[in-house]
């Protein structure tokens, strides 16, 4: 989905001022063409791309601020215009002070973009925003479909008294502007205009010569923002690095530092071409896309078979039918009987197809990589010893045609929260660790207290049981 407007105006708002002037002007010509095709790109990517941070960066790949501006002050130059009108002879001086004026311009626009995106991120049009949204559900969706939420009416009612919740609960919701401040700081961009400008205001330069030494020191190459695409990948490890879902995802950002380095040596200004580097990225990336695959349908099957193993298990407890799944069905103590008597066979079908598929039997699932990364890394919902207990006493009874013992049951309730101790031991006590790092990465990128400022704190889980000890848990071994 592209960009959201509110944040997508803020940024080219400026840029489309500028062409509006030179409309009011009556200012034609190449240049001013070329000024509102580069607006027009600029457009473009922003319904391209979902990211603001992949935007900017492909933005300054382009080099798309400094082509408007130089367009810009090529259009309202009046040595410009009058040497396109009436043919008059080639000016050093004035074409060098045109490019470098361009360059001048460039950097006032980027600053100015960047303090009007903060501006904009600071969500005070949050509830025009809101609005809009739901103007467009009333314009776009099927008016049954609205009908079983109540009407357009009631939701905008329901989400009138949410909203107002949200800010008055947590003010700072909706309120961004530190994020772009720190995400989308342009200036390291900038220095490199800098420099160029430097280089082109020394005594005695000429166009021609000006020219030659931005390609021959590299200083062109370091205004594609090079310097910003690795400091973007930088932050992208960090925020893996925090609460990383599979090893193979930090290969793929050590891979891509790896590669932007590699292209940068091998280059003598230390920049690397920014075709080759996407590029290369894309490799990188389709490298590693079957590895991911494979590893999230692993993880999502034994996943299946645990949960599956956990509800065929309670079905036979005597609060079941007033759980989920069973008490939202017509009959919920019918639904728990067919839970017992079909759930066997569909488990021991799946266990079937995951050795055919994976070559992995029940047993062999605690041993993988999947499975020993989910307990590493908190992501497990359930705790070591329920597990144990699924492993242990309700696999072996899983057979078609076959059901639990009374004992079984006994024991299978007493994990349950709604069991007779009303301890929850099913549940990981650490699955809030994940959250916690976020939490952590969060405060740390942005500033102490930002996380809390923008949502609620993290939830802890109320669980009786002890937190994972893989060295205590024998089926890894």
């Not at 280089?199 to 910003?228: H, N, Y």
């Not at 896309?289 to 099957?301: L, V």
Request: aromatic share 12%.
């Amino acid at each position: 989905m592209p960009i959201d407007p509110m944040m997508l105006n803020a940024i080219l708002g400026t840029f489309k001022n500028m062409i509006e002037e030179c409309k009011t002007k009556n200012l034609s010509g190449p240049d001013f063409d070329k000024m509102c095709a580069t607006y027009d790109r600029m457009e473009q990517l922003g319904n391209e791309h979902s990211d603001m941070n992949e935007y900017n960066a492909q933005l300054m790949n382009e080099n798309l601020y400094v082509k408007f501006s130089d367009f810009y002050a090529r259009t309202i130059t009046p040595a410009s215009n009058s040497q396109s009108g009436d043919g008059g002879g080639y000016d050093d001086a004035a074409l060098l002070k045109q490019n470098v004026d361009a360059l001048k311009q460039a950097i006032i626009t980027i600053r100015k973009a960047y303090q009007d995106t903060i501006e904009q991120a600071r969500g005070q049009d949050a509830e025009a925003n809101m609005q809009l949204g739901l103007d467009y559900i009333e314009r776009n969706f099927d008016k049954e479909y609205l009908s079983a939420g109540g009407g357009i009416d009631k939701i905008n009612t329901r989400a009138k008294k949410d909203f107002d919740e949200i800010i008055k609960k947590k003010p700072k919701a909706f309120d961004n502007s530190v994020e772009v401040e720190v995400m989308s700081n342009p200036e390291v961009l900038i220095k490199s205009i800098q420099d160029v400008i430097d280089l082109g205001e020394k005594p005695g330069m000429t166009l021609p010569r000006f020219l030659r030494l931005q390609i021959e020191t590299g200083l062109d190459k370091a205004m594609e923002g090079s310097v910003s695409t690795r400091n973007g990948l930088e932050t992208e490890k960090e925020y893996i690095l925090s609460n990383p879902i599979s090893p193979i995802h930090i290969q793929i950002i050590e891979e891509k530092l790896e590669k932007f380095d590699e292209l940068a040596n091998a280059n003598k200004f230390n920049v690397p071409n920014s075709t080759e580097l996407k590029y290369s990225f894309e490799d990188i990336e389709r490298l590693h896309e079957n590895d991911i695959q494979k590893w999230d349908q692993i993880k999502t099957r034994w996943n299946d078979l645990l949960n599956d193993l956990s509800v065929w298990s309670l079905s036979y407890c005597s609060f079941a039918p007033y759980m989920y799944p069973w008490a939202i069905a017509e009959d919920p103590f019918a639904a728990t009987k067919e839970t017992q008597h079909i759930a066997p066979g569909i488990i021991k079908e799946k266990e079937k197809l995951f050795q055919k598929y994976f070559g992995i039997s029940f047993y062999e699932i605690y041993k993988h990589p999947t499975f020993l990364w989910e307990v590493k890394y908190n992501y497990i919902d359930y705790s070591q010893e329920y597990v144990e207990f699924l492993i242990e006493k309700i696999y072996p009874e899983c057979k078609p045609f076959n059901h639990l013992s009374d004992d079984l049951i006994e024991q299978r309730g007493l994990f349950c929260k709604r069991g007779k101790d009303s301890k929850d031991r099913e549940t990981n006590p650490q699955r809030h660790f994940p959250s916690e790092r976020i939490k952590e990465w969060y405060d740390k990128k942005f500033g102490e207290g930002r996380y809390l400022s923008k949502y609620d704190a993290v939830e802890k889980y109320e669980s009786a049981a002890k937190p994972w000890n893989l060295n205590s848990f024998k089926y890894c071994k």
